[in-house]
């Protein structure tokens, strides 16, 4: 296997075990949990198997992806506020949302959190940004993030957001967004009792 190769792997498989588990995994709080660790494992694999890039990573690009993230959850979440329903028509395929996370315990709400903020949202930017924009190209990468979310429009926008974020700025202010999006969602769940979002 060559370097780059290996690189790709290391990308590609953290996500791709995610995705796999997603599938053969019940929709149980349980079923997360494991989906979690797994990826997480891999993830810290993969730190270790891909090359550091050199240098540091600028606060003011840590400031700017964070700042990016706050607003990418208000777009998240802002359009179904109004209750329109042309919205949920067109732009969500399925209901979404994780019911069995809101009857469980502190425990495993704690893991969705965790597992939301700072393992998938890891695995997706190595994947989406860092792999499959070299690969294919950015705007194949726009479309695949929006088919991978129910709400495609928004997955869409938000796309294209992280991408100009990591083209501009670097994997590291792209994570940063997108870990400061799914912990802001997160805790807008918990606090509005809004699961569809989960």
Do not use: K
């Not at 009857?103 to 893991?111: D, F, G, K, L, V």
């Not at 194949?140 to 993030?145: D, P």
Request: hydrophobic content about 60%; some cysteine; proline content about 3%.
């Amino acid at each position: 296997m060559t370097a780059a190769q290996e690189r790709s792997l290391w990308l590609i498989t953290p996500y791709a075990a995610w995705m796999v588990l997603m599938m053969l995994l019940p929709a149980t709080a349980g079923g997360y949990a494991v989906r979690t660790a797994v990826t997480a494992a891999l993830l810290v694999v993969a730190r270790r198997r891909l090359p550091r890039a050199g240098g540091s990573v600028a606060p003011a690009s840590i400031a700017l992806g964070a700042a990016v993230g706050i607003v990418v959850c208000a777009i998240w979440v802002l359009p179904e506020q109004f209750g329109w329903e042309w919205y949920r028509r067109l732009f969500i395929l399925g209901e979404g949302g994780t019911r069995a996370v809101a009857e469980s315990s502190a425990t495993m709400i704690a893991a969705r959190l965790v597992g939301s903020a700072f393992v998938i949202a890891i695995a997706e930017e190595l994947f989406f940004r860092e792999w499959l924009i070299g690969f294919a190209g950015f705007w194949w990468m726009v479309a695949l993030f929006a088919i991978e979310h129910d709400r495609w429009l928004v997955g869409a926008i938000v796309g294209v957001i992280y991408g100009i974020l990591y083209l501009r700025r670097g994997l590291a202010a792209a994570i940063v967004a997108h870990v400061i999006t799914n912990l802001a969602l997160g805790l807008w769940v918990l606090a509005t009792g809004q699961w569809q979002f989960w």
